[in-house]
């Protein structure tokens, strides 16, 4: 008890010290090896009022991810696509630090990037939120919330957006002449939309659909200190890095972002090529945990049929 107690208070006098310990013998505070990611799970449909959702938890970094659809006029540039829209909160409880200043500017730079990384890969065709041509579309809000900011955070936050895409679903509507969006009822049955645009003429969606979804975007946070790459770091470890590259690929492993907030590590071609190639090796870590929880997922729901 006693070393232990001596080991805590080694660790909050002199953090960079203790820290370096480890990273001398090629591990971290936590036991992890310095290129493993935290056990990492995926909870689908965590919000039964959002058409989509998902809960996901990277060690204790913990996000909700929900997607509420409305219609929306295709706008005349685009009048055969509906739209995403997103937004990122980090309420008070999610960390000691989450003061407003930080807040607004961390959200902002996370919300930004996960778009950045949706569009990018090609995750969603926005053609298939059409309800209608020139007359009703999709909007897809997309709502992600941090319960506990505990590092990594914008890794969480694109597997929590790709997830609650994976978990969204279209409901089956008509639009009438007049081009009002009407809900359709299980069961029903209608015609398709006619050129003339008479009083017969209707869309029908008789049964809920899934997207169809691209190339998925997959990304880790690499924490740069002294020479050392730390793959998913925590927020206690954030604190004492150099500073951290988040890359994200597309799901070929092409690169399509690297992210380095600040910090005093040069980019170098060298360093690129090794986030992005521990960046692969997470990348089927995720792809293979978001296929195991979708199945589990859909086996839940026909035991429950």
Same mark, same amino acid.
């Given at each position: ?27 971290? %505070? @936590?036991? =992890? /090896?310095?290129? +493993?990611?935290?056990? &990492? ?5 965590? $919000?039964?009022? *959002? ?44 960390? %000691? @630090?989450? =003061? /407003?200043?930080? +807040?607004?500017?961390? &959200? ?5 990037? $996960?778009?950045? *990384? ?62 009002? $969006? ?124």
């Amino acid at each position: 008890m006693d070393s232990q107690l001596e080991a805590e208070a080694f660790k909050r006098i002199y953090p960079e010290e203790y820290f370096q310990r480890f990273l001398s013998e090629g591990t971290r %505070p @936590d036991g =992890r /090896p310095l290129g +493993r990611a935290r056990s &990492t799970t995926i909870g689908f449909g965590a $919000v039964s009022t *959002a058409d989509g959702s998902a809960l996901v938890k990277i060690g204790s970094t913990t996000l909700l991810a929900g997607i509420k659809l409305e219609v929306m006029t295709p706008t005349a540039e685009a009048p055969d696509a509906g739209k995403i829209a997103a937004t990122f909160e980090m309420p008070p409880l999610c960390s %000691p @630090d989450a =003061r /407003p200043e930080r +807040r607004l500017e961390e &959200t902002s730079v996370v919300v930004q990037q $996960v778009m950045n *990384a949706i569009e990018s890969a090609g995750l969603v065709n926005t053609k298939e939120l059409l309800i209608s041509t020139g007359k009703a579309a999709w909007v897809a809000y997309l709502d992600i919330y941090c319960l506990d900011a505990d590092g990594s955070l914008l890794d969480a936050a694109l597997l929590a957006a790709v997830a609650a895409f994976a978990d969204l679903t279209l409901p089956p509507v008509r639009v009438n002449p007049e081009g009002h $969006v009407l809900p359709v009822l299980s069961g029903a049955q209608g015609g398709n939309l006619r050129e003339n645009g008479d009083a017969s003429s209707e869309v029908v969606t008789v049964e809920r659909r899934k997207l169809t979804l691209g190339a998925m975007p997959w990304a880790a946070t690499i924490g740069l200190y002294k020479g050392h790459l730390i793959v998913d770091p925590t927020a206690e470890e954030e604190a004492l890095l150099e500073s951290t590259v988040t890359t994200i690929l597309d799901e070929a492993g092409r690169l399509i972002s690297l992210f380095k907030p600040g910090g005093i590590t040069a980019v170098t071609t060298a360093l690129i090529q090794d986030c992005v190639e521990l960046t692969r090796h997470r990348a089927r870590e995720l792809k293979q945990i978001l296929e195991e929880s979708s199945q589990e997922d859909e086996d839940e729901g026909d035991e429950s049929q």
